[in-house]
Structures are given as structure tokens and as C-alpha cells.
């Protein structure tokens, strides 16, 4: 089961971090009170699930073969690099929100603030295609 699970619920951090550009940026359009307070509760549920796919993440990779060729390794270890950045950008978004008050990031940091969430969106994009070569490519993890 626990080899298993950075599979079961990687997908829920990944539709979070888009869900939350999309209520964020819904917000600087319409600016209605409740898509800000969505895109936070969306952006707190992103990081802590981002934390969560990653541990899971790490206790799977225990469970691989010692044997597996070295490309399969570098793979791996850039799949990982790019989901520890991704989640630290997103986290860094976090911090930006929460620190900005009850009103949310204005001016400089209003564009911080999107430049993170956006730069998180790429950074994830590029870990879930490399999390899929592992899989789909060379069979990685698949019992």
C-alpha cells in the first residue's frame, strides 16, 4: 500500500495548484470577495496535499530496486528536484498571501504573487510530465 500511494494522490495537488491560478486570477477580473477567499483555502489545500504527494513520493521511491539503471535514477532525482521546487514556489505564494493581511498582496507584490502562482503552474506542469515518463516511459513503479 504505501509503495502505492504517491500514485493515488498525486493528482490532487496538481488540479490544486491550477484551481487556485484560476480562482486568483477569477478575482483580479471580478474581484468578489469570495473567489479570494476560495483561491486561499485552495492555495493552503494545495501546499499541504503538495507535502503530502511529496512524502509519499520519497516513501515509494524506498521501495524501487537498488538495480535500476542510472538514467532511470537521474530521472527520478529531476522528477523530484522539480516537485520540491514546484511546492516551495507555491508555498512561497502561501507565505505572500498570508503575510499580506486580511486584503491579500496589492501593488509590487500583487505581481510577485502571480508571477509565483504562475511559475508554480510551469514547474508542476514539467513534474507531472516527468512523473509520467517514469511511469508510462520506463515502467517506473508500476507493479
Known sequence: MLRTLHPMIVHFPIALFFTTAL???LYLIYRKEWLRNAGLVLLTLAVASGVAAGIAGWISE????????????????THKNFAELSVFTY???WLLRILSGKHGPHGIMAFVYVILLLLGLALISYTGFLGGGLVYGHGIGVP
Open 91 to 93: 508555498g512561497l505564494a
Open 62 to 77: 524506498h521501495y524501487l530496486p537498488a538495480n535500476l539503471p542510472a538514467r532511470d535514477w537521474a530521472l527520478i532525482n
Open 23 to 25: 480562482f486568483e486570477v
